[in-house]
Structures are given as C-alpha cells and as structure tokens.
Nanobody, 118 residues
C-alpha cells in the first residue's frame, strides 16, 4: 500500500525546463503529517545527492548546484511534492528520486530519468 510515484521526467534541451511530481499513497503518509519530502538524484558513476527538500512546515533546503534554478513545492493534504526545474544543463542529467521521511522512516520512489541533451 505504501508507494511513492514520480512523474515528469524525460528528454529536454539545455536551457529548458521540466516539472517533476511525486505522489505518496498509503495511510502512513497521512498519519505522520509532520515529515520531510524531497528530491534526490543520481548520475551515472556518481553518488546519490540531495537536490531539494521541503518539510511539512514549509522549510526548504537546496543543493548549491540547483539553487536559483529549481523550486520545490508541496501539498501537505495530498502528500505530493513537485520540483520545477529551470535552466537545465547537462550536469542535471540523472535519475531523480522522491523521498519521504518521518520519525526515522524513509520511503523512496523508483525514480524518473531526466536527460538534458541537444
């Protein structure tokens, strides 16, 4: 029943934009209303890294590499989190994963591939 599903990935040209979305389904996500949701990414040959997170209270955190270009948002009632990505470049190419965290529990989506190429 517990599931995080990402969508919105695909191929985009440098300088373009994409909007990723993640929907968390399952009663646990509603029960633990105090939580953090966010996005991580992993490029080939690299470690998974934080992209952006947002707590249920509205506190955001961004990686330096995406600050000013990406914007995270969420709907607490629907347990969804979005990532608006602008001014994309080749270094943004990666599999993007959605994450939900609360009280020491972590849940991950299966990821969505973002490819930035001309």
């Amino acid at each position: 029943q517990v599931q995080l599903v990402e969508s919105g990935g695909g191929l985009v040209q440098p300088g373009g934009s994409l909007r990723l979305s993640c929907v968390a389904s399952g009663s646990i996500f509603s029960i633990f209303s105090i939580n953090v949701m966010g996005w991580y990414r992993q490029a080939p040959g690299k470690q998974r890294e934080l992209v952006a997170t947002m707590s249920s209270g509205g506190i955001t955190n961004y990686a330096d590499s995406v600050k000013g270009r990406f914007t995270i948002s969420r709907d607490n009632a629907k347990n969804t989190v979005n990532l608006q990505m602008n001014s994309l470049n080749a270094e943004d190419t990666a599999v993007y994963y959605c994450k939900w965290t609360a009280l020491g529990m972590d849940y991950w989506g299966k990821g969505t591939l973002v490819t930035v190429s001309s």
